[in-house]
């Protein structure tokens, strides 16, 4: 898939990048792995020396946080010390690394946004103590970051919509945020509320334009098309009429908000490969794809949520 080759060499321009300043905080860390106090000191007058990076902390070689939560702004949070992150999932293959890694893309739980990890080994002589570990927003890393070259990480031509089969391509735009993106938390309630109580069977979410698209079992040949504005007008629920949760759907109604959730995620993951629009008909159970880089795609909803985040943006392991 073109997003995974896109994400591969944006990797490897992230691990040019991050290498070296990780690399060079983790020995200072060596000096004050026995005094927490002044490791936390450490990385909060050297936190800016990792480009782009929102926060950072230190790790033992069994996943057990060390050092306080370090951010930007010279935030030193204390409570995060002695917390297990053995199950965070970069951390499955820590051990035994001996060298620098990023992590697969995955869900922060603290921001609810797609994170990648920078994890860095710290060795005193041949000591193995544990890990340097830095967290980037993935919005938040620009596309052509570290690049030192005239041109971006996209060029013109890998930046063409391969659904054009040929004809005339048509460069990839960056994301902008559109009113849809900036609640789309809340319309994602909506949406499952209308689904799951009032009859909406089929929807359609065009997440540049901030209009969504709606389709009632009983007027199934027509939809309505509504702005954000009018999805948070309570007179738009009411509507419609109460309906029990079609029997014949083939989508579980406890699946209806992942589904949505994970069109969220697949729109605010990065910043040139993106969903333009996602689309959820709970009756024959598929859901559609228009990405920003590709034609549309049509697949059964298990399927879609079967992939993780790294079927779309990139490789499952992390940097061997």
């Not at 048509?170 to 938390?185: G, K, N």
């Not at 969504?212 to 309570?234: A, N």
């Given at each position: 898939?073109?997003?995974?080759?896109?994400?591969?060499?944006?990797?490897?321009?992230?691990?040019?990048?991050?290498?070296?300043?990780?690399?060079?905080?983790?020995?200072?860390?060596?000096?004050?792995?026995?005094?927490?106090?002044?490791l936390d000191q450490?990385?909060?007058?050297?936190?800016?020396?990792?480009?782009?990076?929102?926060?950072?902390?230190?790790?033992?070689?069994?996943?057990?946080?060390?050092?306080?939560?370090?951010?930007?702004?010279?935030?030193?949070?204390?409570?995060?010390?002695?917390?297990?992150?053995?199950?965070?999932?970069?951390?499955?293959?820590?051990?035994?690394?001996?060298?620098?890694?990023?992590?697969?893309?995955?869900?922060?739980n603290t921001t609810?946004?797609?994170?990648?990890?920078?994890?860095?080994?710290?060795?005193?002589?041949?000591?193995?103590?544990?890990?340097?570990?830095?967290?980037?927003?993935?919005?938040?890393?620009?596309?052509?970051?570290?690049?030192?070259?005239?041109?971006?990480?996209?060029?013109?031509?890998?930046?063409?919509?391969?659904?054009?089969?040929?004809?005339?391509?048509?460069?990839?735009?960056?994301?902008?945020?559109?009113?849809?993106?900036?609640?789309?938390?809340?319309?994602?309630?909506?949406?499952?509320?209308?689904?799951?109580?009032?009859?909406?069977?089929?929807?359609?979410?065009?997440?540049?334009?901030?209009?969504?698209?709606?389709?009632?079992?009983?007027?199934?040949?027509?939809?309505?098309?509504?702005?954000?504005?009018?999805?948070?007008?309570?007179?738009?629920i009411m509507n419609?009429?109460?309906?029990?949760?079609?029997?014949?759907?083939?989508?579980?109604?406890?699946?209806?908000?992942?589904?949505?959730?994970?069109?969220?995620?697949?729109?605010?993951?990065?910043?040139?490969?993106?969903?333009?629009?996602?689309?959820?008909?709970?009756?024959?159970?598929?859901?559609?794809?228009?990405?920003?880089?590709?034609?549309?795609?049509?697949?059964?909803?298990?399927?879609?949520?079967?992939?993780?985040?790294?079927?779309?943006?990139?490789?499952?392991?992390?940097?061997?």
């Amino acid at each position: 898939m073109w997003i995974k080759q896109t994400i591969g060499e944006q990797r490897k321009v992230l691990t040019s990048l991050l290498e070296p300043p990780m690399l060079n905080l983790s020995k200072l860390c060596v000096s004050a792995w026995t005094d927490v106090n002044a490791l936390d000191q450490l990385l909060n007058t050297q936190f800016t020396t990792v480009p782009h990076c929102h926060l950072i902390y230190v790790i033992d070689k069994m996943g057990k946080q060390i050092s306080s939560n370090i951010r930007a702004n010279q935030q030193i949070d204390m409570d995060f010390r002695g917390q297990d992150l053995s199950r965070r999932p970069y951390s499955v293959s820590l051990y035994p690394k001996r060298h620098f890694m990023l992590s697969s893309v995955y869900i922060s739980n603290t921001t609810g946004r797609p994170c990648i990890s920078a994890v860095q080994p710290i060795i005193d002589e041949q000591q193995f103590l544990g890990f340097l570990v830095a967290d980037f927003d993935i919005a938040e890393i620009p596309v052509s970051m570290a690049s030192t070259q005239s041109t971006s990480l996209l060029t013109p031509k890998e930046m063409r919509n391969p659904a054009t089969n040929g004809q005339a391509s048509r460069v990839v735009q960056a994301r902008t945020i559109s009113p849809l993106d900036q609640h789309i938390h809340e319309i994602n309630e909506v949406l499952e509320r209308l689904i799951k109580q009032y009859g909406i069977f089929h929807c359609t979410l065009h997440y540049s334009s901030a209009q969504v698209m709606l389709w009632h079992v009983y007027d199934p040949y027509q939809y309505r098309l509504f702005t954000i504005e009018q999805l948070f007008d309570s007179e738009t629920i009411m509507n419609y009429p109460l309906s029990p949760y079609p029997p014949q759907a083939q989508l579980p109604a406890k699946n209806i908000r992942t589904v949505l959730d994970r069109f969220r995620t697949l729109r605010l993951a990065h910043e040139r490969i993106y969903l333009r629009s996602g689309s959820i008909n709970i009756m024959n159970g598929m859901v559609g794809l228009s990405f920003s880089t590709e034609g549309s795609q049509y697949l059964p909803v298990d399927v879609f949520l079967s992939k993780d985040l790294s079927f779309w943006f990139g490789q499952s392991a992390v940097n061997e």
